[in-house]
C-alpha cells in the first residue's frame, strides 16, 4: 500500500515539469519573430496586389477606348467621316458610354474608364473629320487617350492645321497617351489632348507615367 502511494506521486511529480512546459506558451522573443515575418510578408504581398488592382483599372480603360475607336472606325469605313454625334457611335456600340467633348475643354468629359469623351478632328481640310480623339478616365487618377487620323494631313499653305487642332499635325495612323489627372473632381476630355501633339506615342505606354 506504501510502495503504491509513493510511486503514485513519483509519477504526479514527473508529469508536472512537462504540464507547466506546456502552459507556459510563446516568449516574447517568439512572438515578436512571428511579428516580424506578418511584417515582412505584408511588405511584400500589399504593393504587389495594389500594383496588380492598378493595371486592371488602367487595362479597363483601354480595352474601353480600343472598343470605342473599333466602333469609330467603323463609322467611317461606311460614311468616310467619324461620328460628330454621340447616337451615331452609341448605335454602333451600345455596350460604352460616349459624350461629345466641347471645345471649352469642361462639357463632355469622362469620369470613368466606360464613359468615353470623343472628338472629331479634321485633318486636310475643314470639315473633313477624317481624325478622332477618344479619351477615357481610370479609376487609378489617369487619364488614357487614343486617337486615329485617316490619310496624312494636308493643310493649306500657309495655314498650320485647318481648325486649329495641334493633333492635325500627325501623321496618318493610330495613337495613344497617358497622363495623371491632378486635383480633385478628376476627368479628362478629349478636346484637352488633342491640342497637344507631343502627347502621342505609337502605344500605349507599358506603366503609368510620373506625375
Known sequence: MFSSGADDRMQRRAVLPGRRAAESGFTLIELMVVLLIIAILLAIAIPTFLGTTSAAYDRAAQSNLNTGLNAAQGFYGISQTFPTTVAQLHSAEPSVQFVLAGTDQVTGKS???????????????????????????????????????????????????PSGWAMETLKGGTYYGVFKVAGTGQYCQAVTVAETPTFWVSSYPPEEPQS
Not at 479634321?122 to 479619351?135: E, K
Not at 479609376?139 to 495655314?159: D, K, L, N, R
Open 111 to 161: 469620369t470613368a474608364p466606360n464613359q468615353i469623351s470623343f472628338f472629331p478632328v479634321d485633318v486636310a481640310v475643314a470639315g473633313d473629320q477624317a481624325g478622332i480623339v477618344m479619351t477615357a478616365l481610370s479609376q487609378t487618377g489617369y487619364c488614357w487617350a487614343i486617337a486615329t487620323i485617316e490619310g496624312t494631313p494636308t493643310p493649306p499653305s500657309g495655314v498650320p492645321n
